[in-house]
Structures are given as C-alpha cells and as structure tokens.
C-alpha cells in the first residue's frame, strides 16, 4: 500500500461547540481576535455567541464583515489590512464556505506580505498564518478542515484555487445547531455541494482507502438526510447528520483533491458570479456521465452507496439529477443567464484551473465544452 499523508484540522463534532471559540483561542495564545463573518450572520444570534465566548476569556476581538459569496480579493486584502491595524494575533472564522476562505486567505497574506493573488495554485504560500479557528454555519462547503481556499481575482473574472497545508485550520468547532436557520434553498445547494465534494474526492486518482472511507459515507448520508433537511429545516437530528457528511466529505477532498465538475463551477463562479453550490449541483451528473468509462467500478459503489442496485451510466446520472430537482434544485445553466456564446471561454478557464489534474478522464477543451452545452 502507497503511504499517504492525511492532514486535517483538530475539531470538535457537538452541539454547542461553538462556545469553545474562547477556550481554544486563548489556548492557541490568542490576545486580539479577528473575527470574520458576513452581513447574513450579523443578523443572527451566533455573533453575539461568539462574543461571550470571547468575553468569558477576558480576549480583546475586532469584528470583519465584508465578505460576499464568492469572496473577493479585495476583501482579503482589506481584511488584512484590519487585522494588522488592529495588531490582532488569532483568526476566528464564523460563517460558510465564504467567510471562512476569505479569513484563511487574510491569514495568508497578513504573514506574508502579499498580495492573495501570488498564493494562487498549490503550495505558493511561503509562511504560515496566525492560528485560525473556523466555525462552520452551512454544512457543504468543507473549509473548515480543508487545505483549499477559493478567492474571486476580480482583474480576471477567475475564481482561484489556493491549495496549501498552510490553508488548514487548526481548529474547526463544528456545531450542527448553526445551520438550523439556513433556508429550503441554502439547505439544498449546500447540501448538493457535499456531495459533489464526496463523489470527485471518491473518483478521484488521488484518492486512496482513507478518503475512500470518509466519501463512501458522506454520500450515504446526504442521500438519507438531505430531502429531509430540505423539508424539515428544524430537524436537529438531520441537520446533525448533514453536518457529518459535510465534515467527511470535506476531509476526502481535501486530501484527495477534487476534479473537472469544481473546475467547471470555479469557471462559472469566476465568469459570472453563479452560486458555487448551484453551479455543482448543476453539473454534476453531466460531469459524471462523463468521467464514468474511466471510475466504472467506484461509480458501481457509489451507485451502491445511494441504495442503487447495479446502476447503469444512465440510472445513476438519472438518479442524481432527480435528486437535485426533488430537493428544489430544478434548473439549468441557461436558467442562471449561461449562454452558448460564453461557453468556450468557460471551457477554457477551467483547463487551467488545478482541480482539473486529479480527474480519473483527461478531458479536452472540446470535451469540457460539450459538458457546459448539455448543462444549458
């Protein structure tokens, strides 16, 4: 067996683990806490929460909130700007996948002196962060315990992929009582991009028995939990287990690395501002009717893993597609304002984009192409 490096984040799988915030900043030799979060957040009780957690420590905390989905460059480069001005020393993330990338990134380049824009593409990042503490509030995006960060260069219109064992978190208090306030919608995009994070860190030709293990899972647990989540936004229990899936599904892929349907939706996300869990939900059956000659066997235990019985090519791309509209995700890119004319130079960006390497098919510009029409 090839020995393999698995690295993760420590974290704390409970509810109410978000009080602890406190706790391990101070342990982490925390005095000044940046928090980052987002105007959705500010609304809601979880920041005065976390407040108190800070306040209990006795830790001084300055609060950035200007981050919008797809985080920007520019507000990694002006949250580190704060964070400097405030001589913080500890980076607590409250919020999604978009809070979360963006105060990773401030990390980044608040111990560098860079600009966000040099850490693009895999280990670009010279010196490590002051520690960061992540608390998850939508259960998808993996971040949390991940090496990736997805910031928006705003000169190109190009989402970029920072992978970096210096991006890891070294804590994530992951509470499944955050994401009881998500609507049907945010649930189910949320939702679909776990489980496009389980299926390409599955297929993918880094993968081995440990991501396998965390993969498999999450997909079984997303095909129970999600329509119920979707349907039942109170349900502790199924939030509980969502947040599971997103937890496992983010450890796959983070150490196992993703594939063409995040390049496409990075290229999506970069061009035209889409939804990045949409854009996956959107893609993923086209993705994998694709790659599925290359993975057959892995494809059959997905198949499996869905409670499928020897599914074909078409059933299971059949079965994902009627999944994602069952929970409410009926659209398609022409829907989201993706038109044929625009569809070569998505194609084009996302065969530049990293994920793309560790796709089990090796696709041409051509073929990614055909991918996007059969999405319209």
Request: proline letters at 5%.
């Amino acid at each position: 067996m090839e020995l393999r490096k698995f690295v993760t984040s420590e974290f704390v799988f409970r509810n109410g683990a978000r009080f602890l915030a406190g706790r391990y900043a101070s342990n982490l030799g925390g005095e000044h806490v940046f928090i980052v979060t987002d105007p959705g957040i500010m609304d809601t009780g979880l920041l005065d929460d976390l407040k108190s957690s800070m306040d209990d420590e006795g830790l001084e905390y300055s609060v950035y909130h200007e981050v919008t989905p797809n985080p920007r460059d520019h507000e990694v480069m002006k949250g580190a700007e704060v964070f400097e001005a405030e001589e913080c020393d500890i980076i607590v993330a409250l919020g999604g996948g978009s809070p979360i990338d963006c105060a990773k990134a401030i990390g980044a380049v608040a111990s560098n002196g860079m600009h966000v824009r040099e850490f693009e593409g895999v280990d670009m990042i010279p010196v490590p962060s002051a520690p960061v503490i992540c608390i998850p509030t939508t259960a998808g995006t993996g971040a949390d315990v991940s090496q990736f960060a997805i910031i928006m260069d705003t000169e190109r219109s190009v989402k970029m992929a920072i992978i970096s064992k210096t991006m890891v978190p070294d804590a994530a208090l992951i509470d499944p009582e955050t994401t009881v306030t998500m609507d049907r919608e945010l649930t189910a995009a949320t939702g679909m991009d776990a489980l496009a994070h389980a299926v390409e860190a599955y297929v993918s030709n880094a993968s081995f028995h440990i991501t396998d293990l965390n993969a498999l899972d999450s997909i079984g647990i997303i095909n129970r939990c999600l329509p119920v989540a979707v349907s039942e936004p109170k349900n502790l229990d199924v939030r509980e287990s969502m947040m599971l899936a997103s937890l496992e599904a983010g450890l796959a892929f983070s150490n196992a690395s993703l594939g063409l349907l995040h390049a496409m939706a990075h290229s999506l996300g970069g061009k035209l501002d889409i939804a990045h869990g949409e854009a996956n939900a959107l893609l993923l059956e086209h993705v994998m009717d694709f790659n599925f000659p290359a993975a057959k066997e892995k494809y059959s235990k997905i198949a499996g893993a869905l409670g499928l019985e020897s599914a074909s090519r078409d059933e299971l791309t059949g079965y994902i597609r009627k999944f994602r509209e069952d929970i409410g995700i009926g659209k398609t890119l022409s829907d989201l304002g993706v038109t044929p004319d625009e569809i070569p130079e998505l194609a084009e960006t996302s065969m530049n984009d990293p994920c793309i390497v560790t796709n089990p098919m090796k696709p041409r510009v051509e073929d990614v192409e055909e991918i996007f029409r059969r999405a319209l």
